[in-house]
């Protein structure tokens, strides 16, 4: 064991030697705390004192030895001291080629216990490493994210010249390929007798599939940066919109400490909206919560939970879908008296009447005289209700910008002037269809994106009691139309298209209840409300899109995506690929907003105790052969003989000083 | 010798000093050797044999002459004729160090008192002119020869009066004594003769050439004598300001050797000069001592040799 190869995990602890000058003061100032006594026979122990005195200032000289040595001792110890005794490669082997696989995913940038990133220490330990090496040895580097991407740096020099180019990256990828490019290599190079350094954060996640045996060729060495005991993290793994309401989101945490955690989540709206929840979360496991918002709904959400290890997934930024309020135009063409009769009075209610607001949507209602121009310009979508005629001109035009149309039917509506606008569209009015016996609305085409993310039963309980007694016949041209409802018989009953720029629906029957009774269910509000968002661009499948850091990397988004939002933890953070936080991405004339996230497996820090596969406490990588980086973590026996030699120091002290200064 | 006489022999030095009247001390004590198995040498010896005279009741019948009765068929009494020139000087080392009592609360110079105070007590009874020197603070007291009996209580008294402290140690006294002594004299020192041979014995030498009958009582603490001290002790001198910072357990070997060392050359320088020399730790009964004293060996032959 070379002492030279002592280092510690926290030098900063050794701070703690300035309290050295405690026992050095101590014995400069030397008073033994004696009692007064008076003795007839001083003149004797003075004779004895002449012969003793030298040897008092010996005792005096070891206790004060004995006090540093207990300081000393115990800053070594908090300094966490660990002996890396195969730093040179395992004794002498600095001449033997040496393969480095660099873990650069972004798991890497979990800290220890001082603050300081793994990915960080890795490289040190590997620099440490490199010089040890002479020059010209033939070494390679593989980072996990792209093994062959550093090839061409072959000696010890090249890579330590470059090793403070290498960054980590939020690409989620396993050791697995850089592993099997390393066999490779010594196959094809011939590398017999290499060292193989795996520079990783030691969960279990690091490996899609652990290696079967040890390469009989080459000597792995296994540097786990994490430390093998008190390490936490809990991770928010996802927030996404709660399925079924606007205004409220879940967060998804995860768990992936051996002990449960117990932990405050928190949402902050910014301007003093904060919302806390304390939450359990069971060891290895996952807990949700779902948050409902206030309105009006931030536009930016800041998600965290306390920070801990691995504070890069401790804190997410979100933009509440909700957030971005539509801008609804009515234009009910029926006047008829009884406000029963009127599709707006309906319509109107399912936005949230006078309180549309605070759901998301700006109401205007008039009626067709009262239509302008300057009003359908403002509008998102624009609900042409049971109209005479259509005013062909602004409604082609607002297509064209992007917005929404609903043309709901009724008695009304002039057939050859509905016709002329329509056909532009592929559509024709035939007759009104009166029903032998009302039918009910069959959920035909699930997957449409105007039913995300309401699930299909609960759908099927909205639609359950509806009865449509007329409807209108149309015929549909070549293009296609997605028909979401209809009627058990297959005639269609919603009819909807993606003219991009521009959505289309139209309803066949009546948004009153003078065709149907569908108003009057309880699950006209959603239909309402999904249709205006649909219409409006706001469906989650195409204008808004959770992309995780790997699939922004492997679809190439990369130079597509707009920074918006970045997650607090990652500003300023010297990563490569994409961050995690809320992008902005023009996908046909539209702005969909993406939010990217690590991928999962990042978030996982489960080490290979806390997983299944292997008994408690077995690292199956050191079961094959790999040898594992000693550190003081690894080898408590030396901080027990620290911890003795500490104990036996004071004891002896405790004992000198109560020889000399007890009563 | 009364049964009251008889349960007051042996006693500890520590029920001794719960009597609070020196004399009664004093009588205690040397009743305490009386009792003991040996006789007083003391008794009559210092006393020259004068004439017989016709016995008369009342007189003691151990001084009847049992051969001249014997010749006679008369009772005849022996008649001493008291001398006058046995004077006896007490000195009584009233030195700071004298005052060390330890834990028991019985300092050197308690005992000493007792001793001095038996002493005196005898000497009184068999009509020797006692005198008594001794330290009080930087004066010396003293207190001229007298044969009365009343006088055993004024020395007692000054005996009483005495608090040792200050430096004024035995040397004083010494040279005190060799001053004014000049009749062949009994000299009684009482002292701990925690004191530079150096000094002392020469003066010890001068006394005994001047023809003195030394008897020298060295009282020594049990403290002293042991030093079971097992702590860190600031140790001060009880006479000047000396001190030593030390722990007891490391030094007492040391302290010891120089202890004996001392006693050592003491004992020998005595023996050498031929004088009475009692070591007394001052935890013995003091009757024991007195008795140890009077019928010492050395005491013994001295007597004989000088009476």
């Known amino acids: 064991m070379n002492l030279l190869n002592v280092s510690f995990l926290a030098p900063l602890a050794l701070i703690g030697l300035a309290a050295l000058a405690v026992p050095i003061y101590l014995h400069m100032r030397h008073k033994p705390r004696a009692e007064s006594f008076r003795f007839p026979a001083i003149d004797f122990l003075l004779k004895a004192q002449k012969k003793k005195k030298r040897r008092f200032h010996a005792e005096q000289l070891m206790l004060m030895l004995f006090r540093i040595g207990i300081i000393c001792l115990l800053a070594f110890l908090f300094a966490r001291p660990y002996i890396d005794n195969r730093s040179t490669g395992g004794g002498g082997d600095t001449g033997r080629p040496l393969i480095v696989l660099l873990d650069d995913s972004i798991s890497m940038m979990a800290s220890d216990e001082d603050g300081s990133r793994f990915f960080e220490n890795a490289v040190d330990q590997l620099g440490e490493v490199l010089r040890a090496r002479s020059s010209g040895v033939m070494t390679r580097i593989l980072p996990a994210s792209a093994p062959k991407s550093l090839l061409r740096l072959e000696t010890a020099r090249q890579i330590r010249d470059y090793l403070d180019q290498i960054k980590a990256t939020?690409?989620?990828?396993?050791?697995?390929?850089?592993?099997?490019?390393?066999?490779?290599?010594?196959?094809?190079?011939?590398?017999?007798?290499?060292?193989?350094?795996?520079?990783?954060?030691?969960?279990?996640?690091?490996?899609?599939?652990?290696?079967?045996?040890?390469?009989?060729?080459?000597?792995?060495?296994?540097?786990?940066?994490?430390?093998?005991?008190?390490?936490?993290?809990?991770?928010?793994?996802?927030?996404?919109?709660?399925?079924?309401?606007?205004?409220?989101?879940?967060?998804?945490?995860?768990?992936?400490?051996?002990?449960?955690?117990?932990?405050?989540?928190?949402?902050?709206?910014?301007?003093?909206?904060?919302?806390?929840?304390?939450?359990?979360?069971?060891?290895?496991?996952?807990?949700?919560?779902?948050?409902?918002?206030?309105?009006?709904?931030?536009?930016?959400?800041?998600?965290?939970?306390?920070?801990?290890?691995?504070?890069?997934?401790?804190?997410?930024?979100?933009?509440?879908?909700?957030?971005?309020?539509?801008?609804?135009?009515?234009?009910?063409?029926?006047?008829?008296?009884?406000?029963?009769?009127?599709?707006?009075?309906?319509?109107?209610?399912?936005?949230?009447?006078?309180?549309?607001?605070?759901?998301?949507?700006?109401?205007?209602?008039?009626?067709?005289?009262?239509?302008?121009?300057?009003?359908?310009?403002?509008?998102?979508?624009?609900?042409?209700?049971?109209?005479?005629?259509?005013?062909?001109?602004?409604?082609?035009?607002?297509?064209?910008?992007?917005?929404?149309?609903?043309?709901?039917?009724?008695?009304?509506?002039?057939?050859?002037?509905?016709?002329?606008?329509?056909?532009?569209?592929?559509?024709?009015?035939?007759?009104?269809?009166?029903?032998?016996?009302?039918?009910?609305?069959?959920?035909?085409?699930?997957?449409?994106?105007?039913?995300?993310?309401?699930?299909?039963?609960?759908?099927?309980?909205?639609?359950?009691?509806?009865?449509?007694?007329?409807?209108?016949?149309?015929?549909?041209?070549r293009a296609g139309y997605d028909v979401p409802l209809a009627l058990p018989n297959g005639s269609p009953v919603l009819l909807a298209r993606d003219l991009r720029p521009g959505r289309l629906m139209v309803w066949t029957s009546s948004m009153d209840i003078d065709w149907n009774n569908f108003p009057l269910e309880f699950g006209f509000v959603p239909f309402v409300r999904q249709t205006a968002n649909w219409l409006a661009s706001r469906d989650s499948s195409n204008s808004y899109q959770t992309l995780t850091t790997n699939q922004v990397l492997e679809q190439g988004l990369v130079d597509q995506l707009n920074l918006k939002h970045v997650n607090a933890p990652f500003r300023g953070l010297d990563v490569a690929g994409p961050k995690?936080?809320?992008?902005?991405?023009?996908?046909?004339?539209?702005?969909?907003?993406?939010?990217?996230?690590?991928?999962?497996?990042?978030?996982?820090?489960?080490?290979?105790?806390?997983?299944?596969?292997?008994?408690?406490?077995?690292?199956?990588?050191?079961?094959?052969?790999?040898?594992?980086?000693?550190?003081?973590?690894?080898?408590?026996?030396?901080q027990i003989w620290l911890f003795l030699a500490v104990l036996v120091e004071t004891l002896i002290a405790a004992r000198v000083t109560d020889k000399w200064g007890s009563r | 010798m009364t049964t009251t006489t008889n349960k007051l022999a042996n006693l500890s030095p520590k029920v001794l000093m719960g009597i609070k009247n020196l004399l009664v001390r004093a009588r205690t004590v040397v009743e305490g050797a009386q009792v003991g198995e040996h006789v007083s040498p003391f008794r009559g010896g210092a006393i020259e044999f004068a004439q017989h005279r016709s016995y008369s009741p009342g007189d003691e019948l151990r001084y009847i002459d049992w051969r001249l009765f014997a010749r006679t068929d008369h009772y005849h009494v022996k008649q001493f004729e008291v001398t006058t020139n046995l004077r006896s000087f007490l000195l009584l080392d009233g030195s700071g160090s004298m005052d060390y009592a330890g834990?028991?609360?019985?300092?050197?110079?308690?005992?000493?008192?007792?001793?001095?105070?038996?002493?005196?007590?005898?000497?009184?009874?068999?009509?020797?002119?006692?005198?008594?020197?001794?330290?009080?603070?930087?004066?010396?007291?003293?207190?001229?020869?007298?044969?009365?009996?009343?006088?055993?209580?004024?020395?007692?008294?000054?005996?009483?009066?005495?608090?040792?402290?200050?430096?004024?140690?035995?040397?004083?006294?010494?040279?005190?004594?060799?001053?004014?002594?000049?009749?062949?004299?009994?000299?009684?020192?009482?002292?701990?003769?925690?004191?530079?041979?150096?000094?002392?014995?020469?003066?010890?030498?001068?006394?005994?050439?001047?023809?003195?009958?030394?008897?020298?009582?060295?009282?020594?603490?049990?403290?002293?004598?042991?030093?079971?001290?097992?702590?860190?002790?600031?140790?001060?001198?009880?006479?000047?300001?000396?001190?030593?910072?030390?722990?007891?357990?490391?030094?007492?070997?040391?302290?010891?050797?120089?202890?004996?060392?001392?006693?050592?050359?003491?004992?020998?320088?005595?023996?050498?000069?031929?004088?009475?020399?009692?070591?007394?730790?001052?935890?013995?009964?003091?009757?024991?001592?007195?008795?140890?004293?009077?019928?010492?060996?050395?005491?013994?032959?001295?007597?004989?040799?000088?009476?």
Request: hydrophobic share 40%; aromatic share 10%.
């Open chain 1, 170 to 477: 939020t690409y989620a990828v396993t050791l697995d390929a850089a592993y099997a490019e390393a066999l490779n290599l010594i196959e094809a190079e011939g590398l017999e007798g290499a060292t193989i350094r795996i520079y990783t954060d030691g969960s279990r996640t690091a490996w899609r599939e652990l290696p079967a045996t040890k390469p009989e060729k080459a000597d792995v060495i296994y540097h786990s940066m994490r430390p093998e005991e008190d390490f936490e993290n809990v991770a928010i793994s996802s927030v996404t919109q709660a399925p079924g309401d606007a205004n409220s989101i879940e967060v998804a945490l995860m768990n992936s400490n051996p002990d449960p955690a117990e932990l405050s989540l928190a949402v902050n709206g910014g301007r003093g909206a904060l919302l806390r929840q304390q939450i359990r979360v069971v060891e290895g496991g996952r807990a949700s919560h779902y948050f409902g918002l206030g309105e009006p709904v931030p536009p930016t959400l800041d998600i965290s939970i306390p920070s801990d290890n691995f504070d890069l997934d401790n804190q997410v930024v979100y933009a509440p879908r909700a957030n971005r309020s539509v801008h609804v135009l009515v234009v009910d063409g029926d006047t008829h008296p009884d406000t029963m009769r009127n599709e707006s009075f309906f319509l109107r209610n399912a936005f949230g009447a006078d309180e549309a607001e605070r759901y998301g949507y700006k109401l205007d209602v008039v009626t067709p005289s009262g239509l302008t121009r300057s009003l359908v310009d403002q509008a998102d979508v624009i609900f042409m209700l049971n109209v005479e005629v259509p005013v062909d001109l602004l409604l082609d035009d607002a297509l064209k910008k992007g917005k929404g149309l609903f043309v709901g039917m009724g008695e009304r509506m002039d057939f050859e002037r509905w016709n002329k606008f329509l056909g532009n569209y592929d559509l024709e009015m035939w007759e009104t269809a009166r029903l032998p016996n009302p039918a009910p609305v069959d959920l035909k085409d699930f997957d449409h994106p105007m039913f995300y993310p309401i699930e299909e039963y609960e759908w099927r309980t909205y639609l359950r009691d509806v009865a449509i007694e007329q409807v209108r016949v149309l015929s549909l041209g």
């Open chain 1, 580 to 638: 995690p936080g809320i992008y902005t991405r023009q996908i046909r004339n539209r702005n969909q907003f993406v939010q990217v996230v690590m991928d999962e497996s990042e978030l996982d820090f489960r080490g290979f105790a806390t997983t299944d596969e292997t008994q408690a406490g077995d690292n199956p990588l050191e079961e094959l052969g790999f040898r594992s980086y000693l550190r003081s973590d690894l080898a408590p026996s030396v």
């Open chain 2, 103 to 307: 834990q028991d609360g019985i300092s050197k110079f308690d005992y000493a008192s007792m001793l001095a105070g038996g002493l005196a007590y005898v000497l009184v009874q068999q009509a020797d002119a006692i005198s008594l020197t001794a330290n009080d603070g930087p004066e010396i007291t003293f207190l001229p020869p007298r044969t009365q009996t009343a006088y055993l209580q004024q020395i007692l008294k000054t005996i009483d009066n005495c608090k040792p402290k200050g430096d004024h140690d035995i040397l004083t006294l010494l040279k005190f004594t060799q001053d004014r002594v000049n009749h062949r004299s009994l000299i009684v020192l009482f002292s701990d003769f925690l004191v530079d041979l150096d000094e002392l014995l020469p003066k010890i030498r001068i006394l005994k050439s001047h023809g003195h009958d030394l008897i020298v009582f060295q009282l020594l603490h049990p403290d002293e004598l042991d030093f079971p001290f097992t702590r860190f002790y600031r140790f001060e001198s009880m006479e000047d300001q000396r001190f030593l910072v030390a722990d007891s357990r490391s030094i007492r070997n040391l302290y010891l050797e120089a202890l004996k060392e001392h006693q050592d050359r003491l004992k020998g320088a005595m023996r050498k000069i031929g004088i009475d020399f009692q070591q007394v730790r001052i935890d013995e009964a003091p009757d024991r001592v007195i008795a140890r004293c009077l019928n010492g060996p050395m005491r013994a032959q001295k007597l004989r040799k000088m009476y």
